[in-house]
């Protein structure tokens, strides 16, 4: 696999033994970016040997605890490593006043440059990393404070089709951002409830099963992975059986596994659209 995410942490709030709070290593051709930084992430690399310094970039989307508690251990491990690389911090604004509070209320220092970029825009998808191997770009999502998926799009490498992994959580069900992922060869999405708890998904903005695999279905993805599953559910194969009944190629994040994003020959080519009739 050149093209690659490993789960660090697949659970909602409430982070269990089997699932930790939310975190992945993307792998793009040998480029590594972060997506997300729960508690514990630093553990969850070491533990699934993901090399912490090899990590110049993190996404945060959104500033709730479980994806975001984890930064501050994190740039402190990798200063108490011996780390002098600039890291990158994107996330949505409040990050830089968040970080630099609890470093100062702690004492603490960082012997490389930690730079924020605090994502603001309220609509549209805005390009905000790229180099020779990828581009990242930001779109906002549905949740009760400001929120954003990740478009990573690996760059052309001789005659192959460029292949494209979305990254929502959490939002609730809309359809506003289907044009941004539409085709994606890869989309993970939260899957926080089944199908028994569509209203209080609704009213806590977060998505059940069936709504995670009709946004795939509606977007032509090539796969679909469920991830953000509720410490409630005790047979989270259940919640893939639903999720399937809707949209068949289906899979189930856990800690620890690996998801390649795949060549499809099927997928809509980027930038087609969503059809008017669905």
Do not use: W
Request: include cysteine; charge should be negative; charged fraction near 20%.
């Amino acid at each position: 696999m050149n093209f690659y995410t490993t789960i660090l942490g697949s659970g909602a709030a409430l982070p269990t033994v089997a699932r930790h709070c939310s975190g992945q290593v993307v792998n793009i051709n040998g480029f590594r970016i972060l997506l997300d930084c729960g508690e514990n992430t630093q553990t969850q690399l070491r533990v699934y040997h993901q090399r912490m310094q090899a990590v110049s970039q993190i996404f945060i989307t959104h500033l709730h605890g479980d994806h975001f508690f984890g930064l501050p251990g994190l740039v402190s491990s990798m200063h108490l490593c011996g780390r002098k690389e600039p890291l990158d911090v994107y996330a949505p604004a409040g990050v830089r006043a968040a970080m630099e509070l609890l470093m100062q209320t702690s004492g603490s220092h960082l012997d490389y440059e930690l730079r924020y970029h605090e994502i603001v825009h309220d609509e549209g998808m805005e390009l905000l990393f790229e180099n020779n191997r990828c581009r990242v770009s930001a779109f906002p999502l549905l949740h009760s404070v400001p929120t954003y998926g990740y478009l990573i799009e690996e760059k052309p490498r001789g005659k192959n089709p460029v292949r494209r992994y979305a990254y929502c959580t959490d939002t609730g069900y809309t359809e506003s951002f289907l044009p941004y992922i539409e085709g994606v060869n890869l989309l993970c999405i939260e899957s926080t409830f089944n199908n028994a708890f569509a209203s209080v998904a609704t009213e806590k903005l977060h998505c059940t099963t069936l709504m995670a695999a009709t946004l795939a279905q509606k977007a032509h993805v090539g796969e679909l992975l469920l991830t953000h599953i509720s410490a409630r559910f005790k047979e989270p194969e259940l919640l893939l059986a639903e999720a399937q009944t809707v949209f068949p190629n289906t899979a189930m994040a856990a800690d620890g596994a690996q998801h390649e994003v795949r060549y499809f020959d099927k997928i809509p080519a980027a930038g087609q659209g969503v059809s008017d009739g669905e």
